[in-house]
Nanobody
């Protein structure tokens, strides 16, 4: 099956920037969509951004204009460039992939372990 490993989280001041990375490995036949979700304490997990293979990117309204998602298909890696960070962006960020682990199966969701992003002065 597919394993996802995130990196790049940390503590930043408001207005700062971070770049998250997520690399997929393991048994991979095809990755259709990669994306980022986040979950703050007491909140539901929410979609931040997604990037289908060969498709248009989608962003949550709350991050539009500040975050940029990109994808390197050759490396099975997705990135999230986060600029102008706000305290409201504080959350655990999870990498997600909609992928097939072998030919003939329906795509399934795979999740990383999460990386903490804290925006505070």
């Amino acid at each position: 099956q597919v394993q996802l490993v995130e990196s790049g989280g940390g503590l930043v001041q408001p207005g700062g920037s971070l770049r998250l990375s997520c690399a997929a490995s393991g048994s991979i036949f095809a990755i259709n969509v990669m994306g980022w979700y986040r979950q703050a304490p007491g909140k539901q997990r929410e979609l931040v951004a997604i990037i289908p293979s060969g498709g248009s990117t989608k962003y949550a309204d709350s991050v539009k204009g500040r975050f940029t998602i990109s994808r390197d298909n050759a490396k099975n890696t997705v990135y999230l460039q986060m600029n102008s960070l706000k305290p409201e962006d504080t959350a655990v960020y999870y990498c997600n992939a909609l992928a097939r682990w072998r030919v003939g199966v329906s795509p399934s969701d795979y999740w990383g372990q999460g990386t903490q992003v804290t925006v505070s002065s």
